[in-house]
């Protein structure tokens, strides 16, 4: 199993840069990608931005630019920088990791607020 914790949230005005982290722990060798989800309150999940084994990236298309995910292998932890953040972006971030069947290894974090003020 794997043990997801994520952090960095909090309370930011528009326009100002927040950076979330996601630490993995226990059987991390399992992981083939991870990335961040977020979610409002009565809607679904959205991903935000995923990094897989091999480094490749992708992101939500309206976050293109604003945001970046990366990672430190050593750490075994992936980041997500946000920048000129919106009121919209407004949600509660989670990172997930997931192996090759997702069905069968798919792990959640415990979720970070973020809310950027107006």
């Known amino acids: 199993q794997v043990q997801l914790v994520d952090s960095g949230g909090g309370l930011v005005e528009s326009g100002g840069s927040m950076n979330l982290s996601c630490a993995a722990s226990?059987?991390?060798?399992?992981?083939?990608?991870m990335g961040w989800y977020r979610q409002a309150p009565g809607n679904r999940q959205k991903l935000v931005a995923s990094?897989?084994?091999?480094?490749?990236?992708d992101y939500r298309d309206s976050l293109k630019g604003r945001f970046t995910i990366s990672r430190d292998d050593a750490k075994n932890t992936i980041y997500l920088q946000m920048k000129n953040l919106k009121p919209e972006d407004t949600d509660v971030y989670s990172c997930?990791?997931?192996?090759?069947?997702?069905?069968?290894?798919?792990?959640w974090g415990q979720g970070t607020q973020v809310t950027v003020s107006s």
């Open positions: 990094i897989r084994i091999d480094g490749k990236t």
């Open positions: 997930s990791a997931w192996g090759t069947r997702r069905s069968e290894y798919d792990f």
């Open positions: 226990g059987t991390v060798s399992i992981i083939t990608a």
